[in-house]
């Protein structure tokens, strides 16, 4: 999805890696087959809640 248009970190004002589109493809499909917004917005929401997520269970940052 993301990958499918090659100037799509262009349109937002950003440049982002192959890796980085990659992964937001697969966020992007697996969004799609549970029938939620794919979005670029609910993409990053969700890599920022996984990662805040992570930062909790390592015990990097508390929950306050």
Same mark, same amino acid.
Request: proline content about 5%.
């Given at each position: ?8 970190? &262009? *349109?937002?004002?950003? %440049?982002?890696?192959? %890796? #980085?589109?990659?992964? =937001? #493809?697969? =966020? *992007?499909?697996? %969004? @799609? &087959? !549970?029938?939620?917004? !794919? !979005?670029? #917005? ?5 890599? =920022? *809640? ?6 909790? @269970? ?7």
């Amino acid at each position: 999805m993301a990958n499918d248009h090659p100037d799509a970190p &262009k *349109q937002f004002g950003i %440049r982002l890696s192959d %890796r #980085t589109m990659n992964l =937001i #493809t697969a =966020i *992007q499909v697996n %969004r @799609k &087959k !549970t029938y939620l917004p !794919t !979005t670029l #917005t609910a993409v990053v929401e969700d890599a =920022i *809640q996984c990662h805040y997520n992570r930062l909790l @269970k390592e015990g990097a940052i508390t929950n306050d």
